[in-house]
C-alpha cells in the first residue's frame, strides 16, 4: 500500500537521482513514485496496460455495480496519470480509450515490442495430422477461453482438431469441467503455465492461433504467434483488429459468437494454402512491434520528457501506426 512505500521510494529516487520516471501502472508503487517524483520536481512517463474488466472479472459483480465500480477505476486512473508529462499506451485503440475516458495531454501509441528473432522457429514436425488450435494467456474470465471450447463441437468432423490451451488463472477447473460437459475433453489439452521455450514450442505446433478475449489492449500472445509465421482468428474487439487483418493474416469474429467463431476456425484449418499465406502476412504485420523500435522510441521520449515541456500532438485519431521510433541509434 502507497503509505507503507512511500518512504522507502522516496529514499530511492533520492538515491537514483533518474531524470525521469516511467511508471508501468497507477497502482501502488506507480502512483507512489509517480507523487514523489511530480513533488521533487522529476519529470514523469506512464504507460497503462489496464482496463477495469481486468479487475471486474475476478468478482462476481452484479451489471450495474459492475459499471459503476468501471468508472471510479477509470477516476482513480486518470488521478494518477494526469500528473504525467507523457503517456504512452501499446495501440491506438489503447489511446483513444483514453482519451475517451477524460485523459488529455500527450499521449501516444507505442507497442510493447518483441524480440521477433526468438520467435523465428521451423514449423514443428509431428507424429499425428490433425490440425491444431492454440490459445496462449490467463485463463480468466475476460480472455473468454470458454468460447473457443464451445466452437469445438461445431467444427467439420473431417477437422479433428486438438485445441491447446497454455496459461493458467481463475477459470481453470471450470474451463476443464466444460470441456468434460461439452465432450471434447479429449481434444483439448491444459497445459498450464509453461516455460518460455515450451510456450515456442507450442506456437512451432500450432496450424492457428485463436484469442477470444474482449479486453486486450495489444495481445502480446497474438503478436507472438503472428510472429512464428501463424494465422490468427481473434475477436472483434479492442485492439485486436489493429493486429488481424481479415482475409490477410487471419480472421475476426464478433466477440462471443460461438457458430462465427468456429465457421472461421473451420475456414482456415481446412485450407493448409490459406494458412501459410496468412501466416507469412501475419510476419510481416508484426514486423513494425520490433523491440528494437520500441527502445528507440522511449529513448526519445525520456529525451523529450527530460527536457522543457514542449507541445505535442496526441494522438486521438486511432490511425494504426504506432509513434515512430528516431531517436537515430
Known amino acids: 500500500m502507497p503509505w507503507r512505500i512511500r518512504g522507502a521510494a522516496a529514499r530511492l529516487l533520492d538515491r537514483i537521482a533518474p531524470d525521469v520516471v516511467h511508471v508501468q501502472s497507477h497502482f501502488g508503487v506507480g502512483r507512489t513514485l509517480t507523487a514523489i517524483a511530480r513533488r521533487t520536481g522529476v519529470p514523469v512517463l506512464a504507460t497503462n496496460h489496464f482496463m477495469p474488466e481486468n479487475l471486474i472479472g475476478y468478482a462476481p459483480l452484479p451489471g450495474r455495480l459492475a459499471t459503476?465500480?468501471?468508472?471510479?477505476?477509470?477516476?482513480?486512473?486518470?488521478?494518477?496519470?494526469?500528473?504525467?508529462?507523457?503517456?504512452?499506451?501499446?495501440?491506438?485503440?489503447?489511446?483513444?480509450?483514453?482519451?475517451?475516458?477524460g485523459l488529455?495531454?500527450?499521449?501516444?501509441?507505442?507497442?510493447?515490442?518483441?524480440?521477433?528473432r526468438r520467435f523465428a522457429q521451423s514449423p514443428a514436425r509431428r507424429a499425428d495430422d490433425g490440425p491444431r488450435v492454440l490459445f496462449v494467456g490467463r485463463l480468466d474470465a475476460e480472455k473468454n477461453v470458454d468460447v473457443?471450447?464451445?466452437?469445438?463441437?461445431?467444427?467439420?468432423?473431417?477437422?479433428?482438431?486438438?485445441?491447446?490451451?497454455?496459461?493458467?488463472?481463475?477459470?481453470?477447473?471450470?474451463?476443464?469441467?466444460?470441456?468434460?460437459?461439452?465432450?471434447?475433453?479429449?481434444?483439448?489439452?491444459?497445459?498450464?503455465?509453461?516455460?518460455?521455450?515450451?510456450?515456442?514450442?507450442?506456437?512451432?505446433?500450432?496450424?492457428?492461433?485463436?484469442?477470444p478475449g474482449t479486453a486486450e489492449l495489444q495481445s502480446l500472445a497474438t503478436m507472438e504467434a503472428m510472429a512464428a509465421g501463424k494465422p490468427v482468428v481473434a475477436?472483434?474487439?479492442?485492439?485486436?483488429?489493429?493486429?488481424?487483418?481479415?482475409?490477410?493474416?487471419?480472421?475476426?469474429?464478433?466477440?462471443?459468437?460461438?457458430?462465427?467463431?468456429?465457421?472461421?476456425?473451420?475456414?482456415?484449418?481446412?485450407?493448409?494454402?490459406?494458412?501459410?499465406?496468412?501466416?507469412?502476412?501475419?510476419?510481416?504485420?508484426?514486423?513494425?512491434?520490433?523491440?528494437?523500435?520500441?527502445?528507440?522510441?522511449?529513448?526519445?521520449?525520456?529525451?523529450?520528457?527530460?527536457?522543457t515541456p514542449r507541445h505535442f500532438r496526441i494522438a486521438r485519431d486511432g490511425g494504426r501506426h504506432e509513434h515512430p521510433a528516431h531517436s537515430g541509434r
Request: proline letters at 7%; a negative charge; one cysteine or more.
Open 68 to 101: 459503476a465500480i468501471g468508472r471510479l477505476a477509470w477516476r482513480d486512473l486518470l488521478r494518477v496519470f494526469r500528473r504525467a508529462r507523457i503517456v504512452t499506451a501499446p495501440t491506438p485503440r489503447a489511446v483513444r480509450l483514453l482519451c475517451e475516458q
Open 104 to 116: 488529455d495531454g500527450t499521449i501516444l501509441p507505442v507497442s510493447c515490442g518483441l524480440d521477433l
Open 148 to 211: 473457443l471450447l464451445r466452437a469445438l463441437p461445431l467444427l467439420p468432423e473431417r477437422l479433428p482438431v486438438t485445441a491447446e490451451i497454455v496459461g493458467d488463472g481463475s477459470r481453470r477447473g471450470e474451463l476443464e469441467d466444460l470441456a468434460r460437459a461439452l465432450g471434447v475433453a479429449d481434444s483439448v489439452v491444459f497445459h498450464g503455465l509453461v516455460d518460455d521455450q515450451e510456450v515456442l514450442d507450442a506456437y512451432a505446433r500450432c496450424d492457428v492461433f485463436c484469442m
Open 235 to 307: 475477436a472483434d474487439a479492442m485492439a485486436l483488429p489493429h493486429l488481424v487483418r481479415p482475409g490477410v493474416n487471419g480472421l475476426l469474429f464478433p466477440p462471443g459468437d460461438v457458430p462465427a467463431l468456429a465457421a472461421a476456425l473451420g475456414s482456415v484449418l481446412g485450407d493448409p494454402v490459406t494458412r501459410t499465406r496468412m501466416g507469412d502476412a501475419g510476419r510481416e504485420t508484426v514486423a513494425r512491434h520490433d523491440i528494437a523500435d520500441t527502445l528507440d522510441t522511449f529513448e526519445t521520449l525520456y529525451q523529450e520528457a527530460a527536457e
